[in-house]
């Protein structure tokens, strides 16, 4: 019984991690978009806030979600992506599985 608890132990550790490390792709994608005008322009869009509310809009797990979710949306901005990074593109998708559902904007 206690290697069990310990193999769900390491399962939790390395969930985390790659939880942490689907969310520090997904903010390198944000910063990406962020120097490309057009496309950060048609993000913007697509989510319904502005440029001053994305910095806290970071700090959701579901935000970083769907920034993955706007690049796998778009193959052009995807593939440009995974070549700056010098990445799969899969590894988009698997950053956006790790990190779990789609974030979704309060509306007041």
């Not at 490390?21 to 989510?47: H, I, N």
């Not at 778009?74 to 779990?100: C, N, S, V, Y």
């Amino acid at each position: 019984m206690k290697s069990g608890k310990k193999s769900g132990q390491t399962l939790d550790k390395r969930d985390g991690a790659r939880r942490e490390a689907a969310e520090a792709l997904a903010v390198t994608a944000l910063a990406y978009l962020a120097s490309e005008p057009e496309s950060l322009g048609g993000f913007l869009a697509a989510t319904g806030i502005g440029p001053d509310q994305i910095r806290n809009a970071a700090r959701d797990r579901s935000f970083l979600s769907g920034v993955l979710d706007y690049f796998s949306s778009d193959e052009a901005l995807l593939i440009a992506f995974a070549k700056h990074q010098d990445i799969d593109p899969a590894e988009i998708e698997r950053a956006r599985a790790a990190l779990g559902g789609v974030w979704e904007r309060d509306v007041p």
